[in-house]
Nanobody, 123 residues
Framework: QVQLVESGGRSVQAGGSLRLSCAGSERTRSLYVMGWFRQAPGKEREFVAAVFRKTLTKYYSDSVAGRFTISRDNTKNTVYLQMNSLKSEDTAVYYC????????????????WGQGTQVTVSS
């Protein structure tokens, strides 16, 4: 079974930090790119960050660059998203996704999605 499971979402005050985790099933281990997306109520799903399996090259959206850090532990087949200096506009459901497509910022390029984890930032 191809599966991704996110965890770590919760409510936090502005300026705080959270770390999200995304554990992949064995069949996701070889997928080329793992990414994080988010979707706020009434908005489209947007790219947050991505990391490539072999090179560990990382990409970030402009809105989170400098505050969020994506990392990947290939031995555990797990991807993390460390979120610092959180703002109210970071409130959203955060999704982990995986793909063999190098078009890392486009949601439609991803084949496998987790169920999402809610992050709520209060000011």
């Amino acid at each position: 079974q191809v599966q991704l499971v996110e965890s770590g979402g919760r409510s936090v005050q502005a300026g705080g930090s959270l770390r999200l985790s995304c554990a992949g099933s064995e069949r996701t281990r070889s997928l080329y790119v793992m990414g994080w997306f988010r979707q706020a109520p009434g908005k489209e799903r947007e790219f947050v960050a991505a990391v490539f399996r072999k090179t560990l090259t990382k990409y970030y959206s402009d809105s989170v660059a400098g505050r969020f850090t994506i990392s990947r532990d290939n031995t555990k087949n797990t991807v993390y998203l460390q979120m610092n200096s959180l703002k109210s506009e970071d409130t959203a459901v955060y999704y982990c996704a995986a793909t063999d497509n190098s078009d890392y910022s486009r949601p439609g390029a991803y084949d496998v999605w987790g169920q999402g984890t809610q992050v709520t930032v209060s000011s």
